[in-house]
Protein backbone atom coordinates (compact mmCIF):
# COMPACT_ATOMS: atom_id res chain seq x y z
CA UNK A 1 0.00 0.00 0.00
CA UNK A 2 1.02 3.43 -0.89
CA UNK A 3 2.35 5.48 2.02
CA UNK A 4 0.41 7.90 3.71
CA UNK A 5 1.37 11.95 4.56
CA UNK A 6 -0.20 13.99 7.02
CA UNK A 7 -3.17 16.31 6.54
CA UNK A 8 -1.45 19.36 5.66
CA UNK A 9 -2.33 22.80 7.27
CA UNK A 10 -5.81 24.67 5.47
CA UNK A 11 -3.14 27.31 4.51
CA UNK A 12 -1.16 24.61 2.75
CA UNK A 13 -3.62 22.41 1.15
CA UNK A 14 -5.02 25.67 -0.86
CA UNK A 15 -1.28 26.28 -2.48
CA UNK A 16 -1.12 22.38 -2.97
CA UNK A 17 -4.29 21.63 -3.89
CA UNK A 18 -3.39 20.83 -7.66
CA UNK A 19 -0.98 18.38 -6.55
CA UNK A 20 -3.97 15.89 -5.80
CA UNK A 21 -6.12 13.69 -7.77
CA UNK A 22 -9.53 12.52 -7.51
CA UNK A 23 -9.18 9.65 -5.78
CA UNK A 24 -7.55 9.21 -2.00
CA UNK A 25 -8.11 7.09 0.74
CA UNK A 26 -8.27 9.11 4.36
CA UNK A 27 -7.32 7.39 7.12
CA UNK A 28 -6.73 8.03 11.11
CA UNK A 29 -10.09 9.53 11.44
CA UNK A 30 -10.80 9.85 15.00
CA UNK A 31 -14.53 9.94 14.59
CA UNK A 32 -16.50 9.72 10.99
CA UNK A 33 -20.31 10.74 10.77
CA UNK A 34 -21.82 8.64 7.86
CA UNK A 35 -24.92 10.02 8.56
CA UNK A 36 -25.86 6.30 8.15
CA UNK A 37 -28.10 4.77 11.29
CA UNK A 38 -26.94 1.09 10.47
CA UNK A 39 -23.76 2.34 12.14
CA UNK A 40 -25.61 3.48 15.21
CA UNK A 41 -27.80 6.51 16.05
CA UNK A 42 -28.65 9.82 14.30
CA UNK A 43 -25.35 10.01 12.57
CA UNK A 44 -23.70 6.47 12.64
CA UNK A 45 -20.52 7.42 13.35
CA UNK A 46 -17.61 5.48 12.78
CA UNK A 47 -14.64 5.48 15.26
CA UNK A 48 -11.13 4.93 14.09
CA UNK A 49 -12.01 4.91 10.49
CA UNK A 50 -11.33 4.76 7.00
CA UNK A 51 -13.05 6.62 3.22
CA UNK A 52 -11.77 5.41 -0.26
CA UNK A 53 -12.49 7.81 -2.53
CA UNK A 54 -11.94 7.14 -6.11
CA UNK A 55 -12.37 8.87 -9.38
CA UNK A 56 -14.86 11.00 -7.25
CA UNK A 57 -17.07 8.42 -6.02
CA UNK A 58 -17.39 6.85 -2.02
CA UNK A 59 -15.60 2.98 -2.56
CA UNK A 60 -15.61 1.69 0.52
CA UNK A 61 -16.12 3.11 4.45
CA UNK A 62 -15.47 1.24 7.39
CA UNK A 63 -12.38 0.89 10.23
CA UNK A 64 -9.27 1.98 9.23
CA UNK A 65 -7.63 -1.30 10.17
CA UNK A 66 -9.51 -2.99 7.17
CA UNK A 67 -8.80 -1.23 4.07
CA UNK A 68 -9.35 -3.46 1.42
CA UNK A 69 -5.90 -4.02 -0.57
CA UNK A 70 -7.55 -3.06 -4.11
CA UNK A 71 -7.04 0.14 -2.32
CA UNK A 72 -3.09 -0.07 -2.42
CA UNK A 73 -2.14 2.28 -5.14
CA UNK A 74 -4.50 4.70 -3.84
CA UNK A 75 -2.90 7.66 -2.02
CA UNK A 76 -3.27 7.76 1.78
CA UNK A 77 -4.21 10.57 3.49
CA UNK A 78 -3.56 10.70 7.62
CA UNK A 79 -6.45 12.79 9.00
CA UNK A 80 -4.23 12.47 12.47
CA UNK A 81 -7.49 11.58 14.65
CA UNK A 82 -9.93 14.63 13.56
CA UNK A 83 -13.55 14.25 12.96
CA UNK A 84 -14.93 14.04 9.51
CA UNK A 85 -18.14 15.01 8.30
CA UNK A 86 -20.17 15.06 4.86
CA UNK A 87 -19.79 17.91 2.69
CA UNK A 88 -22.02 20.44 4.01
CA UNK A 89 -25.27 21.50 1.70
CA UNK A 90 -26.11 24.68 2.25
CA UNK A 91 -29.79 24.47 0.72
CA UNK A 92 -31.03 28.32 0.75
CA UNK A 93 -28.37 31.12 -0.25
CA UNK A 94 -28.67 34.35 -2.11
CA UNK A 95 -25.45 34.22 -2.68
CA UNK A 96 -24.79 36.48 -5.99
CA UNK A 97 -25.32 40.11 -5.73
CA UNK A 98 -24.09 43.52 -6.04
CA UNK A 99 -23.69 45.91 -3.41
CA UNK A 100 -23.99 45.33 0.35
CA UNK A 101 -26.53 46.71 3.14
CA UNK A 102 -24.56 47.62 6.24
CA UNK A 103 -26.44 51.07 6.67
CA UNK A 104 -29.81 48.99 6.74
CA UNK A 105 -28.13 46.55 9.04
CA UNK A 106 -27.08 49.57 11.56
CA UNK A 107 -30.79 51.13 10.45
CA UNK A 108 -32.74 47.93 11.86
CA UNK A 109 -30.37 47.39 14.79
CA UNK A 110 -31.93 51.07 16.03
CA UNK A 111 -35.33 50.19 15.88
CA UNK A 112 -36.41 50.20 11.76
CA UNK A 113 -37.76 46.91 11.04
CA UNK A 114 -37.65 44.74 7.41
CA UNK A 115 -40.80 46.51 6.35
CA UNK A 116 -39.99 49.85 7.47
CA UNK A 117 -37.39 49.71 4.95
CA UNK A 118 -38.38 47.90 2.26
CA UNK A 119 -41.41 50.25 1.79
CA UNK A 120 -38.34 53.01 1.85
CA UNK A 121 -37.07 51.56 -1.16
CA UNK A 122 -34.39 49.74 1.11
CA UNK A 123 -33.73 46.03 1.21
CA UNK A 124 -34.06 43.57 -1.72
CA UNK A 125 -35.27 46.93 -3.68
CA UNK A 126 -31.68 48.02 -3.06
CA UNK A 127 -30.18 45.11 -3.85
CA UNK A 128 -31.73 45.41 -6.89
CA UNK A 129 -30.80 48.63 -7.87
CA UNK A 130 -26.91 47.59 -7.32
CA UNK A 131 -27.02 43.99 -9.49
CA UNK A 132 -29.08 45.66 -11.80
CA UNK A 133 -26.42 48.12 -12.82
CA UNK A 134 -23.24 45.84 -12.41
CA UNK A 135 -21.14 44.61 -15.37
CA UNK A 136 -21.97 40.21 -15.41
CA UNK A 137 -17.72 40.77 -15.05
CA UNK A 138 -18.63 42.57 -11.62
CA UNK A 139 -21.00 40.79 -10.57
CA UNK A 140 -19.14 37.35 -10.78
CA UNK A 141 -16.25 39.46 -9.03
CA UNK A 142 -17.88 40.33 -6.02
CA UNK A 143 -20.08 36.71 -5.77
CA UNK A 144 -17.37 34.58 -5.96
CA UNK A 145 -14.74 35.51 -3.21
CA UNK A 146 -17.99 34.74 -1.50
CA UNK A 147 -19.05 31.62 -2.75
CA UNK A 148 -14.74 30.10 -2.24
CA UNK A 149 -15.14 31.03 1.24
CA UNK A 150 -18.33 28.77 1.51
CA UNK A 151 -16.22 26.23 0.24
CA UNK A 152 -13.25 26.51 2.00
CA UNK A 153 -15.22 26.37 5.25
CA UNK A 154 -16.95 22.93 4.19
CA UNK A 155 -20.04 23.91 1.83
CA UNK A 156 -19.44 21.10 -1.29
CA UNK A 157 -23.00 22.23 -2.57
CA UNK A 158 -24.91 25.31 -2.33
CA UNK A 159 -28.39 26.47 -3.83
CA UNK A 160 -28.00 30.21 -5.20
CA UNK A 161 -31.38 32.07 -6.08
CA UNK A 162 -31.52 34.51 -8.38
CA UNK A 163 -34.09 37.35 -7.35
CA UNK A 164 -31.86 40.38 -7.33
CA UNK A 165 -32.94 41.27 -10.98
CA UNK A 166 -36.56 41.80 -11.48
CA UNK A 167 -36.55 42.22 -14.63
CA UNK A 168 -35.71 40.07 -17.71
CA UNK A 169 -32.09 41.02 -18.28
CA UNK A 170 -30.72 41.10 -14.57
CA UNK A 171 -32.39 37.97 -13.97
CA UNK A 172 -30.54 36.10 -16.68
CA UNK A 173 -27.63 37.79 -15.45
CA UNK A 174 -27.66 36.42 -12.07
CA UNK A 175 -28.20 33.34 -13.46
CA UNK A 176 -25.13 33.31 -15.72
CA UNK A 177 -23.12 34.69 -12.81
CA UNK A 178 -23.88 31.80 -10.72
CA UNK A 179 -23.49 29.41 -14.01
CA UNK A 180 -20.03 30.61 -14.25
CA UNK A 181 -19.00 30.57 -10.67
CA UNK A 182 -20.34 26.68 -10.76
CA UNK A 183 -17.66 26.43 -13.47
CA UNK A 184 -14.51 27.78 -12.14
CA UNK A 185 -14.82 26.85 -8.74
CA UNK A 186 -14.70 23.41 -7.18
CA UNK A 187 -18.76 23.50 -5.92
CA UNK A 188 -21.89 21.96 -7.26
CA UNK A 189 -23.83 25.13 -7.33
CA UNK A 190 -27.54 24.67 -7.95
CA UNK A 191 -29.45 27.40 -9.38
CA UNK A 192 -33.26 28.20 -8.36
CA UNK A 193 -35.17 31.18 -10.10
CA UNK A 194 -36.76 33.97 -7.46
CA UNK A 195 -38.15 36.12 -10.07
CA UNK A 196 -40.77 36.28 -7.20
CA UNK A 197 -39.27 37.88 -4.49
CA UNK A 198 -41.16 41.23 -4.64
CA UNK A 199 -42.81 43.66 -6.81
CA UNK A 200 -40.53 45.86 -8.08
CA UNK A 201 -40.74 49.71 -7.68
CA UNK A 202 -41.16 50.56 -11.20
CA UNK A 203 -44.31 48.08 -11.51
CA UNK A 204 -46.35 50.26 -8.24
CA UNK A 205 -49.26 48.58 -7.56
CA UNK A 206 -49.28 46.76 -10.68
CA UNK A 207 -49.02 43.61 -9.21
CA UNK A 208 -50.82 41.50 -12.19
CA UNK A 209 -48.35 43.07 -14.52
CA UNK A 210 -45.29 42.23 -12.58
CA UNK A 211 -46.75 38.58 -12.32
CA UNK A 212 -47.60 38.19 -16.10
CA UNK A 213 -43.59 39.12 -16.24
CA UNK A 214 -42.29 36.29 -13.83
CA UNK A 215 -44.71 33.50 -15.01
CA UNK A 216 -44.27 34.49 -18.96
CA UNK A 217 -41.05 36.39 -20.34
CA UNK A 218 -38.88 36.21 -17.47
CA UNK A 219 -39.68 31.87 -16.56
CA UNK A 220 -38.82 31.34 -20.60
CA UNK A 221 -35.27 33.27 -20.33
CA UNK A 222 -34.03 31.12 -17.46
CA UNK A 223 -36.25 27.85 -17.15
CA UNK A 224 -33.66 25.98 -19.22
CA UNK A 225 -30.79 26.79 -16.87
CA UNK A 226 -32.21 26.38 -13.58
CA UNK A 227 -33.58 23.33 -11.16
CA UNK A 228 -36.56 25.16 -9.10
CA UNK A 229 -38.30 27.87 -9.36
CA UNK A 230 -39.10 29.20 -5.77
CA UNK A 231 -41.44 32.42 -4.34
CA UNK A 232 -42.01 34.53 -1.34
CA UNK A 233 -44.87 33.72 -0.07
CA UNK A 234 -45.29 36.67 3.23
CA UNK A 235 -47.02 39.69 4.03
CA UNK A 236 -44.23 42.16 2.60
CA UNK A 237 -44.34 40.39 -1.03
CA UNK A 238 -46.89 37.73 -2.24
CA UNK A 239 -50.00 36.06 -1.40
CA UNK A 240 -50.82 32.45 -1.19
CA UNK A 241 -53.09 33.10 -4.31
CA UNK A 242 -50.10 34.83 -6.58
CA UNK A 243 -48.07 32.13 -5.16
CA UNK A 244 -50.00 29.49 -6.35
CA UNK A 245 -50.14 31.25 -10.13
CA UNK A 246 -46.39 31.27 -10.14
CA UNK A 247 -46.25 27.81 -9.00
CA UNK A 248 -48.33 26.49 -11.65
CA UNK A 249 -46.57 28.02 -14.31
CA UNK A 250 -42.96 26.30 -13.12
CA UNK A 251 -45.39 22.84 -13.02
CA UNK A 252 -46.33 23.84 -16.34
CA UNK A 253 -42.45 24.02 -17.40
CA UNK A 254 -41.56 21.05 -15.52
CA UNK A 255 -39.47 22.90 -12.70
CA UNK A 256 -40.02 21.74 -8.96
CA UNK A 257 -40.77 24.59 -6.64
CA UNK A 258 -39.36 25.95 -3.74
CA UNK A 259 -41.64 28.63 -1.14
CA UNK A 260 -40.38 31.14 1.19
CA UNK A 261 -43.14 31.17 3.79
CA UNK A 262 -44.58 32.14 6.91
CA UNK A 263 -40.84 33.81 7.76
CA UNK A 264 -42.85 37.61 8.75
CA UNK A 265 -46.25 36.27 9.81
CA UNK A 266 -48.39 33.43 9.38
CA UNK A 267 -49.53 33.94 6.10
CA UNK A 268 -50.73 30.72 5.23
CA UNK A 269 -47.35 29.77 2.88
CA UNK A 270 -46.61 26.16 4.91
CA UNK A 271 -50.23 25.02 4.57
CA UNK A 272 -50.07 25.78 0.99
CA UNK A 273 -45.81 24.63 0.42
CA UNK A 274 -48.06 21.14 1.81
CA UNK A 275 -51.19 21.46 -0.18
CA UNK A 276 -48.74 21.48 -3.52
CA UNK A 277 -46.13 18.70 -2.04
CA UNK A 278 -43.34 21.44 -2.95
CA UNK A 279 -39.55 20.65 -2.51
CA UNK A 280 -39.14 22.70 0.42
CA UNK A 281 -40.71 25.40 2.40
CA UNK A 282 -38.03 28.19 3.75
CA UNK A 283 -37.88 30.04 6.52
CA UNK A 284 -41.19 28.85 9.23
CA UNK A 285 -40.37 31.00 11.65
CA UNK A 286 -44.57 31.29 12.40
CA UNK A 287 -45.56 28.11 11.04
CA UNK A 288 -47.59 25.81 13.65
CA UNK A 289 -47.24 22.69 14.71
CA UNK A 290 -50.43 21.67 12.69
CA UNK A 291 -48.10 23.08 9.49
CA UNK A 292 -45.48 21.01 10.40
CA UNK A 293 -47.33 17.85 10.52
CA UNK A 294 -48.53 18.48 6.76
CA UNK A 295 -45.45 19.41 5.49
CA UNK A 296 -44.28 15.93 7.13
CA UNK A 297 -47.44 13.91 5.57
CA UNK A 298 -46.78 15.31 2.50
CA UNK A 299 -42.59 14.77 2.27
CA UNK A 300 -42.02 18.48 1.98
CA UNK A 301 -38.52 19.27 3.70
CA UNK A 302 -38.43 22.21 6.22
CA UNK A 303 -35.53 24.42 5.56
CA UNK A 304 -35.11 26.49 8.68
CA UNK A 305 -32.68 29.91 8.67
CA UNK A 306 -31.72 30.54 12.35
CA UNK A 307 -28.81 33.18 10.67
CA UNK A 308 -31.89 35.44 9.75
CA UNK A 309 -33.58 35.57 13.42
CA UNK A 310 -30.21 36.27 14.43
CA UNK A 311 -29.20 38.95 12.40
CA UNK A 312 -32.52 40.56 12.80
CA UNK A 313 -33.02 40.14 16.50
CA UNK A 314 -36.13 37.83 16.40
CA UNK A 315 -37.42 35.22 17.62
CA UNK A 316 -35.89 31.74 16.12
CA UNK A 317 -37.21 29.31 13.71
CA UNK A 318 -38.91 26.51 15.86
CA UNK A 319 -36.48 23.53 15.45
CA UNK A 320 -37.42 21.56 18.03
CA UNK A 321 -41.03 21.76 17.12
CA UNK A 322 -40.67 20.98 13.63
CA UNK A 323 -38.16 18.09 14.15
CA UNK A 324 -40.79 16.38 17.30
CA UNK A 325 -43.98 16.62 14.45
CA UNK A 326 -41.90 14.56 12.15
CA UNK A 327 -41.08 16.94 9.24
CA UNK A 328 -37.49 16.48 7.58
CA UNK A 329 -35.61 19.42 8.30
CA UNK A 330 -32.40 21.04 6.94
CA UNK A 331 -30.64 24.39 7.74
CA UNK A 332 -28.72 26.45 5.72
CA UNK A 333 -27.18 30.10 5.89
CA UNK A 334 -29.58 32.05 3.78
CA UNK A 335 -26.45 34.32 2.85
CA UNK A 336 -27.43 37.08 1.53
CA UNK A 337 -26.45 41.29 1.53
CA UNK A 338 -29.63 42.27 4.00
CA UNK A 339 -31.29 39.80 6.66
CA UNK A 340 -28.44 37.09 6.90
CA UNK A 341 -24.96 38.04 5.66
CA UNK A 342 -23.50 34.30 6.89
CA UNK A 343 -21.56 32.67 4.84
CA UNK A 344 -20.04 29.65 6.84
CA UNK A 345 -22.81 26.71 7.89
CA UNK A 346 -20.15 25.72 10.92
CA UNK A 347 -21.76 28.83 12.53
CA UNK A 348 -25.15 28.30 11.10
CA UNK A 349 -24.71 24.97 12.84
CA UNK A 350 -23.46 26.73 16.00
CA UNK A 351 -26.65 29.24 15.99
CA UNK A 352 -28.99 25.80 15.37
CA UNK A 353 -28.01 24.32 18.28
CA UNK A 354 -27.96 27.39 20.39
CA UNK A 355 -30.66 28.96 19.25
CA UNK A 356 -33.75 26.57 17.58
CA UNK A 357 -33.71 23.46 20.29
CA UNK A 358 -32.15 21.04 17.98
CA UNK A 359 -29.56 19.14 19.38
CA UNK A 360 -25.66 18.93 18.17
CA UNK A 361 -26.43 15.52 16.18
CA UNK A 362 -29.73 16.89 14.74
CA UNK A 363 -27.78 20.39 13.39
CA UNK A 364 -25.23 18.31 11.66
CA UNK A 365 -27.45 15.84 10.44
CA UNK A 366 -30.09 18.83 8.78
CA UNK A 367 -26.76 21.02 7.70
CA UNK A 368 -25.80 17.59 5.68
CA UNK A 369 -27.77 15.34 4.82
CA UNK A 370 -31.38 17.35 5.44
CA UNK A 371 -29.98 20.10 2.84
CA UNK A 372 -28.86 16.94 -0.01
CA UNK A 373 -32.59 16.02 0.70
CA UNK A 374 -34.44 19.36 0.62
CA UNK A 375 -32.66 19.47 -2.78
CA UNK A 376 -33.36 16.45 -4.15
CA UNK A 377 -29.71 15.05 -3.96
CA UNK A 378 -29.81 11.78 -2.46
CA UNK A 379 -26.13 11.08 -3.59
CA UNK A 380 -24.75 13.51 -0.90
CA UNK A 381 -24.84 14.69 2.91
CA UNK A 382 -24.09 10.96 3.89
CA UNK A 383 -20.78 9.06 3.37
CA UNK A 384 -21.73 5.92 1.62
CA UNK A 385 -20.62 3.78 -0.68
CA UNK A 386 -21.66 5.41 -4.44
CA UNK A 387 -22.00 8.83 -2.71
CA UNK A 388 -20.36 11.76 -4.34
CA UNK A 389 -16.85 12.29 -2.25
CA UNK A 390 -17.84 15.11 -0.32
CA UNK A 391 -15.94 15.46 3.44
CA UNK A 392 -15.28 18.18 5.83
CA UNK A 393 -11.90 17.36 8.38
CA UNK A 394 -12.79 19.12 11.50
CA UNK A 395 -9.47 20.08 13.26
CA UNK A 396 -11.11 18.52 16.81
CA UNK A 397 -12.18 14.98 17.62
CA UNK A 398 -15.55 14.94 17.54
CA UNK A 399 -18.50 17.09 15.41
CA UNK A 400 -19.63 18.51 18.33
CA UNK A 401 -16.69 21.16 18.61
CA UNK A 402 -18.81 23.07 15.28
CA UNK A 403 -21.82 23.71 17.99
CA UNK A 404 -19.00 23.96 21.13
CA UNK A 405 -16.68 25.99 19.46
CA UNK A 406 -19.03 28.76 16.95
CA UNK A 407 -15.94 30.96 16.52
CA UNK A 408 -13.07 28.44 16.32
CA UNK A 409 -12.32 28.09 12.11
CA UNK A 410 -12.60 24.54 12.72
CA UNK A 411 -12.59 23.15 9.09
CA UNK A 412 -9.21 21.80 8.25
CA UNK A 413 -9.65 21.00 5.05
CA UNK A 414 -12.41 20.74 2.55
CA UNK A 415 -12.45 17.13 0.35
CA UNK A 416 -14.80 17.97 -3.34
CA UNK A 417 -15.03 14.63 -5.29
CA UNK A 418 -12.16 13.06 -4.00
CA UNK A 419 -9.63 16.79 -4.27
CA UNK A 420 -8.59 18.17 -1.07
CA UNK A 421 -9.35 21.97 -1.70
Same mark, same amino acid.
Request: negative net charge; glycine residues 10%; charged residues 20%.
Given at each position: ?55 ? @? ?5 ? +? ?5 ? /? ?5 ? =? ?10 ? =? +? ?41 ? %? ?39 ? &? ?32 ? %? ?9 ? =? ?6 ? /? ?8 ? /???? @? ?5 ? #??? %??? &? ?9 ? +????? %? &?? +? ?29 ? !? ?7 ? !? ?46 ? @? ?31 ? =? ?15 ? #? ?9
Amino acid at each position: MSSSRCLLPQSMNLQMAERHTASLVLTGIGSLVTNNPSHGGLLGIIDDAAVAIVDG @EIAWVGT +ADAIPAE /FRDVELV =DAEDRAVLPGFV =D +AHTHAVFAGDRADEFSRRVAGATYEDILNAGGGIHSTVAATRS %ATLDELVAASMPRIERMLHHGTTTAEVKTGYGLDVETERKI &LDAILAIDRDLPIDIIPTYLGAHVVPGEFGDRRE %AYLDLVTGDML =DAVASDVR /FVDVFCDKAA /FSVA @ETQRVAA #AAT %AVG &LPIRLHVDQLS +ASGGA %A &LA +AELAVMSADHLDHATDEDFRQLAEAGVVAVL !LPGVSWSMR !LPPPPGRRAWDCGVTVAIASDCNPGTSYVETMPFVIALAVATTGLTVD @EAVWAATRGGALSLGLSDRGAIAVGGIGDLVIV =DADTHAHLAYRPDGGLV #AATVKRGVIV
